[in-house]
């Protein structure tokens, strides 16, 4: 798997590259700059992405806009960010083009090592892995338009935004996977998601959870 | 009051009552001159004369304030109130600081001027509109006067020789509604001038001078500052026994782990692989406090997209559907906006917590050197600025800056927090909205 890295933090970008390369990856190129990384997103074109948020010369959100902009050069660009910090309306903004290949972890989270390269796995095969956290806060609002849903179905909806597959759900829930499965269904039932493209419907019903009113759709401009 | 109800006829005999008013308040000046002068001279020999004076100084404060009232509201002529609160102690001592206070000197002065010219304006004003009335209604009391006593007596009452007009008959007798014409039209003109000039008069002596002004800007600005100071103390206090307690303690807990593993690697595998997950569980634990204590303190993302990102943020995990209108042309200073952001989160808890809303928008403007942050939820309103309530910390934060939290919340809502801060803006945004648009 060829990775590009956008992170600036030496000690950590030395430490992601030996974790990435004992996990069979190939790093082609570790950027520690925002125009760096956009330009090695566009030259790679890496099987996945792994960008910290805050990169210089701004040390804002330079990483993130890098990534999102390499996926509209790109589409379906897998990108996994990485942060100190997350931020539902980052998640809201990396999803927001649902083509699906975006994750969104803590940097903390590197060290089950496991779940991360798990995580990182799904991301490059298009899926999605969300932070535990950026779920939590948003469940912690008690979301209007999750109020149809079951707390099972929340809870279901929760685990799918993390980016578990039905079987880590069923584990997780201690249910069977066909029960999963039937939640799973009632959640893009009751979120009005469309029957077609099946792949995406997932991203859909995590976008859902994120963009909990059209009307809040970010700052008008 | 409206500027077309400033031109309005309504308006003119609102003055004109208000002429009629000072006309009347003209004698309660001069008795309460008259009072200070008497009473100060007696003070020297105590007795009766201090609180005399006392009182003559304190009602003439009540009689300013009228006048005060009365110009900003009918004039749109704002005077300052120059006061400093009435000071404490035994009469004598209550008297001595009055004393030596200047506006108490300025008062004085003032009711002795106005003794002099203050019938000035008023008078005219009253006069011009005497004279609308009197000329306005000489064909009536001609023809009353005719019929009741002929015109001999009708022409001895309402005698008026101007040489080319003498009143003898009911025709020359409606020559008087020319005149009142003209009366009018000196009344329609004058009259505001006379007594916005009476009123700016007043104000010379009446308003705080250059000096007052900055004493009470000093007072104000020591205890904002005194303010935020605690507040700053506090919050330092708040940091460092969240750090010595929290992340503090988890590291010195990892850092043990990882040494009786060191030990433990040879002799017992299994037990050292326990110890180094522990560790790593710490060290996340110790990762999670400090990243709770960094957003308590200035949230990443209000670094990374300032205000309008940061209340976009707080309104995703708003239960409610929250809007967000940015209307800022530029990036006010990060101190601002730090505090900005915090003003509305509380005003955003403060609506999930008590409002019953189902909507709320966050408006972000700028007007006038202010940054305008307006926050109306459909609630069942009744929202009120008490101490210790949420509010009043927003007050307390905003002071700092010198800014204001203003509140309508009339029963059945909506209520509309309005929270304003002078500054200046970065000329343009330094940060737009990502590229998702």
């Known amino acids: 798997m060829r990775v590009v890295l956008g992170e600036d933090h030496a000690l950590l970008r030395d430490g992601l590259t030996r974790l990435l390369v004992a996990h069979d990856c190939d790093v082609v190129e570790a950027a520690d700059t925002g125009p760096t990384l956009a330009a090695a997103l566009t030259r790679h074109r890496p099987d996945v992405a792994v960008v910290d948020v805050r990169l210089p010369p701004t040390f804002t959100d330079e990483g993130l806009r890098a990534a999102i902009a390499a996926r509209q050069v790109i589409p379906g660009l897998p990108v996994l960010v990485l942060s100190q910090y997350v931020e539902p309306l980052y998640a809201r903004e990396l999803l927001a083009d649902r083509a699906g290949g975006v994750g969104y972890l803590l940097k903390d989270r590197v060290s089950q090592v496991a779940q991360f390269v798990d995580a990182l796995r799904r991301v490059a095969a298009g899926g999605t892995a969300m932070d535990p956290e950026v779920v939590a806060q948003l469940l912690g609002g008690g979301r209007d338009r999750l109020a149809p849903l079951t707390a099972r179905e929340q809870e279901v909806l929760a685990l799918m935004a993390e980016g578990r597959t039905n079987a880590a759900i069923a584990r997780a829930l201690f249910v069977t996977e066909k029960a999963v499965g039937k939640h799973i269904n009632n959640v893009f039932r009751k979120l009005d998601l469309p029957e077609s493209a099946d792949d995406n419907r997932r991203v859909l019903a995590v976008l859902a959870y994120l963009q909990h009113d059209p009307a809040t759709d970010g700052p008008r401009r | ?437």
């Open chain 2, 1 to 437: 009051m409206t500027i077309s109800a400033h031109r309005g006829l309504r308006w003119r005999l609102q003055l004109t009552g208000l002429a009629l008013g000072l006309a009347v308040l003209y004698g309660v000046g001069i008795a309460l001159f008259v009072l200070t002068v008497v009473g100060l001279p007696l003070s020297l020999v105590a007795g009766v004369g201090i609180p005399l004076t006392l009182a003559a100084l304190l009602l003439t404060r009540g009689f300013t304030d009228l006048y005060r009232w009365a110009f900003a509201r009918l004039l749109g002529v704002a005077i300052g109130r120059p006061y400093l609160p009435w000071p404490r102690g035994h009469l004598g001592s209550q008297l001595w600081q009055l004393l030596r206070t200047p506006t108490t000197w300025r008062d004085l002065l003032w009711l002795l001027l106005n003794a002099v010219v203050g019938l000035l304006a008023p008078v005219l004003v009253l006069a011009l509109a005497g004279g609308v009335l009197w000329y306005a209604s000489l064909p009536l009391l001609w023809a009353i006067l005719d019929r009741a006593a002929g015109p001999e007596m009708a022409e001895w009452v309402l005698r008026t020789d101007f040489g080319f007009w003498a009143i003898d008959s009911q025709q020359t007798a409606y020559a008087g509604l020319a005149i009142a014409g003209g009366f009018a039209l000196l009344w329609w003109l004058l009259t505001p001038h006379l007594l916005r000039g009476y009123a700016r008069f007043c104000g010379t002596l009446l308003g705080p001078t250059g000096a007052a002004t900055l004493a009470a800007r000093v007072r104000q600005l020591t205890e904002s500052r005194a303010e935020t100071v605690d507040a700053q103390a506090a919050e330092l206090r708040r940091i460092e026994r969240d750090l010595h307690d929290g992340a503090q303690a988890r590291l010195v807990s990892l850092g043990m782990s990882i040494g009786l593993a060191e030990e433990l690697i040879r002799t017992d595998p299994e037990a050292a692989i326990r110890l180094l997950s522990e560790a790593r569980e710490d060290s996340g634990e110790a990762l999670a406090e400090l990243r709770q204590l960094v957003r308590g303190m200035h949230p990443p993302v209000l670094a990374d997209r300032g205000l309008p990102g940061g209340v976009a943020a707080l309104a995703i995990t708003h239960p409610l559907p929250v809007t967000v209108v940015d209307e800022l042309p530029g990036r006010p200073p990060a101190p601002v906006e730090s505090a900005a952001y915090f003003a509305v989160s509380e005003a955003l808890t403060n609506i999930s917590k008590h409002a019953g809303a189902t909507a709320v928008e966050v408006r972000l403007a700028y007007a006038d050197g202010r940054l305008v942050v307006t926050v109306t939820d459909d609630g069942r309103g009744g929202a009120q600025l008490v101490s210790g309530g949420g509010l009043r910390g927003v007050e307390r934060r905003l002071s700092a800056f010198d800014g204001t939290v203003s509140l309508t919340s009339p029963a059945g809502g909506p209520t509309v927090v309005t929270m304003e801060i002078p500054c200046e803006l970065s000329s343009a945004k330094t940060t737009p909205s990502s590229g998702t648009g």
